[in-house]
Every structure is written in C-alpha cells, then in structure tokens.
C-alpha cells in the first residue's frame, strides 16, 4: 500500500472561516469550509475548529441579547444545528458516502468499495448496505453540540459522527486490522 496524506491543495486556513459582526462589536460570522477528499483536515485544524466553536457557543447568550434581527443567518444556522438533534429532524436517515478510505499500518488508500448507512431512530437500528443487501445492528445514539454520535454496542468499533443537519458525516469502522472511514452526506427517508 501505499501512503496518502491529506492536507495541500492550496487549502488555507483551518475549517472554518470567522468574519462578520454581531451586535456591531464582536467578530462572529460562521462559514464552514469545505473539504475535499485530498484535504481532511489535520489534528491541529480540527482542534482549531473546535476552539471557534467554543466561542460561538460562548457567545451565544450575548448574541440572543442583542435581539432577533442582529444574529447573522450563519449564527442562526448554528443555532439550529446545536438546538435540533438529528431525531428532531426525521427518525429515518440514509448516509451515502462521497470518499471513502482503508486505512492500516502501511497507510491509508482510496476504498473503491461503497457502503451506505441507514440510521433508524424509531427502532434504533443501523444497517450498513451495500449491492448484497443491508446488514443491522442495534444503536446507541446520543446528540451533543452540532452534532449526532451513534456507536454499535458489542461492534468491536464502529461509530459515525454527523452534523444535526446531515450535511455532513463521518463513520468509521474496524474490520480486522484495517479501519475503513467514509465521509458523506446523510439525507431524511421516508
């Protein structure tokens, strides 16, 4: 196998983008940037993006002081992400991804190979798809933030991580000496 690393591109900055005003003091507009397979963010811009969002958060109970009509439509975005879980949205969900990669002590590599996800909050249940049918596992999920974790008690190590809106997800899954990670969107079934 052989090693890929991500990051490059021209990318510059961390995951998201701080501009704007609110409340005509402080800086707090949220713009999330988007990520392409060759360019998953590194640790230390993941911890980047998680001390902005510390400070969104933070500043939310003073954003809601200064009034309704002075929050920027991206704060109100956040808002409803951190306020909506992704069972409030819709119990049925299909996660289709648009990268997916084996990773193992070699390395990681593009998996050609394509399985879907459907998260079922009314029977909490998790089917993993693919051409040969869907295989299901009991669930636990639990919202926290912006986000929805679900992990699949006994699996041995398969979790997904998705923003409550399910324009973003991540799942990764052990399967022998390999962990095979997918990044996608999720969309509500009926």
């Excluded at 713009?31 to 001390?51: F, G, I, Y």
């Excluded at 084996?102 to 051409?131: A, H, I, K, M, Q």
């Amino acid at each position: 196998m052989s090693r890929k690393s991500g990051g490059g591109g021209g990318q510059k900055g961390a995951g998201w983008i701080l501009d704007g005003v609110l409340c005509g003091s402080v800086v707090v507009s949220l713009a999330p940037k988007r990520w392409t397979a060759e360019s998953q963010p590194r640790n230390n811009e993941v911890d980047h993006m998680r001390l902005q969002l510390l400070l969104l958060a933070a500043l939310l109970p003073a954003a809601s002081a200064c009034g309704e009509d002075s929050l920027s439509d991206d704060l109100k975005a956040l808002t409803d992400l951190a306020t909506r879980s992704l069972e409030d949205r819709a119990l049925k969900w299909e996660c289709v991804p648009s990268a997916r990669y084996v990773c193992t002590s070699e390395g990681c590599e593009r998996n050609p190979g394509g399985v879907s996800v459907r998260l079922n909050f009314r029977d909490n249940t998790y089917d993993r798809c693919d051409s040969k049918g869907c295989d299901s596992h009991p669930m636990t999920a639990a919202a926290g933030g912006i986000f929805t974790s679900v992990s699949l008690p006994g699996s041995g190590g398969t979790f997904l991580k998705v923003l409550n809106d399910g324009s973003q997800y991540v799942e990764a899954a052990a399967l022998h000496l390999a962990v095979h990670q997918n990044f996608g969107a999720c969309k509500p079934m009926r």
